[in-house]
């Protein structure tokens, strides 16, 4: 499925739309195709034309109309055209007849993701995720890889040596999903195990669609982050995480994920589930949005519905309109800021109004601390250096052999210090005895 490789030049493309109104009017599929061109730019294809078919119910054999395919097979022809991409899902049926009408590759919204994807794919884990996704598609799909030994079928339940080939490559691939299942389940252990420190330190995550400025916005809130910042689409596959200094002198650790887009492959999501499980551990969220893409309320709504798909149950959502800076009507900005009145409005490529994201961010880590108040023996040096060196201790007192001490801590840690006072006192209580 490579749209391109260093030994040949850029593919030519067309895209397909369908609209039907009014479920679907011309002016949205007209702006879906916008991102499908982007998306075909960045897994390395020239757009040469865009044809949107009006249909109410889907044909299925084509997905478009007969009469739209012979339009298609005289345009591919006089204009050499490689690669026919369709904004929606084609079943395996419907991709193999019009690549046998066609005489290209034909492939849908979901194989360009999935292509953009594997290109994208840096780490060892997120080469593997994608594999598994690649594979989950392909696998209802492999019939159509053997056409060229149709010639060998045979009669009756045409069970030959081409139907033979199908079913050795769906066993092959069936093997390599759950090998790379298992995989992936020791990569998230081990992730687990390496991370199992963090989950008493308060967690902030960036959502987004992607290209909505995550990365750009990161790198400005944790300048030793470095994440890479492209303007491209799924620019960032890895989770990165790092130190988010602020001025409440509390340590915050930030993440970095994987952009959302509509029409998410299933499989993708399924398969970095591991590397969301970020967004799912997170106390609370930045959700990142460009307010200068003109759909970015659909945007907004189609992050909401893939949070809620991962898991997401919380609201505990602060939602940053970046690129504010691209905005040449200023009453715009006044427009959306009074429909949105709990949202920070910045710019991560100037650094405008980052310190005021940087002060919400402290006030929402703030809310996550109360304030606990133990009575102790001196003696007990392990707890009270712990409270010392994790917590923030704003009051001491001693009573004779025992210290008062009052902290404020986060509820993260509180788990863990209830289980540190309860075995102090068990040991105090044997200590006693003795």
Known sequence: MNIVTPENKREKAVLIGLCSPPETPRSLVEEYLDELAFLADTA????????????????????????????????????????????????????????????????????????????????????????????????????????????????????????????????????????????????????????????????????????????????????????????????????????????????????DTVGFIRKLPHTLVESFKSTLDEVLQADFLLHVIDISHPGFEDQIQVVRQTLKEIGVAHDNIIEVFNKIDALEDPSVLRDISAKYPDAVFVSAKRGLNISVLKEMIGEHVAREYTDRKISTHVSNYKLISYLYEHTEVIDKRHLDEEVELTFRVHKNQLKHIDALIKSSQQLHHDAADL
């Open 44 to 255: 390395g294809a020239d757009v040469e034309a865009t044809f949107i078919q009006d249909k109410k119910l889907r044909d299925p054999a084509y997905c478009i109309g007969k009469g739209k395919v012979e339009e298609l097979v005289l345009f591919v022809k006089e204009k050499e055209i490689d690669l026919v991409i369709f904004d929606d899902d084609l079943s395996p049926a419907q991709a193999r007849n019009l690549e046998r009408a066609l005489e290209c590759k034909v492939i849908d919204r979901t194989a360009l993701i999935l292509q953009i994807f594997a290109i994208r794919a840096q780490s060892a884990q997120a080469k593997m995720q994608v594999e598994l996704a690649q594979l989950e598609y392909m696998l209802p799909r492999l019939s159509g890889q053997w056409t060229h030994l149709s010639k060998q079928k045979g009669g009756i339940g045409n069970k030959g040596p081409g139907e033979t080939q199908i079913e050795t490559d769906r066993r092959l691939v069936r093997t390599r999903i759950s090998l790379l299942k298992k995989k992936l389940q020791e990569v998230s252990l081990q992730h687990d195990t390496q991370t199992q420190g963090r989950l008493t330190v308060p967690r902030v995550a960036l959502v987004g669609y992607t290209n909505a400025g995550k990365s750009t916005l990161m790198n400005v809130l944790c300048p030793e982050a470095q994440a890479f910042a492209e303007n491209r689409l799924f620019a960032t596959l890895d989770t990165k995480t790092r130190r988010l200094e602020l001025n409440i002198n509390k340590l915050v650790l930030l993440s």
